[in-house]
């Protein structure tokens, strides 16, 4: 039986707030990029600066 992992926090603020708002994305070696929509408010884009180290990647690069 296979145990399957509950979604963290900032996971869900991504895919529930952060995704609606992306153009599109494409993967950079291991490290998916995002380009998001011109009319995306800035709080979103704070909001996904702030979480974007936390959603299993390696943004930090």
């Known amino acids: 039986m296979e145990v399957m992992a509950l979604p963290s926090k ?3 603020q991504f895919y529930h707030e952060v ?3 992306v153009e599109t994305s ?5 490290t998916p ?3 998001f929509k011109k ?3 800035q709080p979103i884009l704070e ?3 702030s979480i974007k180290e ?4 390696d943004y930090a690069n």
């Open 10 to 12: 900032e996971e869900l």
């Open 19 to 21: 995704h609606p708002w």
């Open 26 to 30: 494409y993967p950079d070696e291991q």
């Open 33 to 35: 990029r995002f380009r």
């Open 39 to 41: 009319s995306t408010p």
């Open 47 to 49: 909001l996904f600066e």
């Open 54 to 57: 936390k959603l299993g990647y």
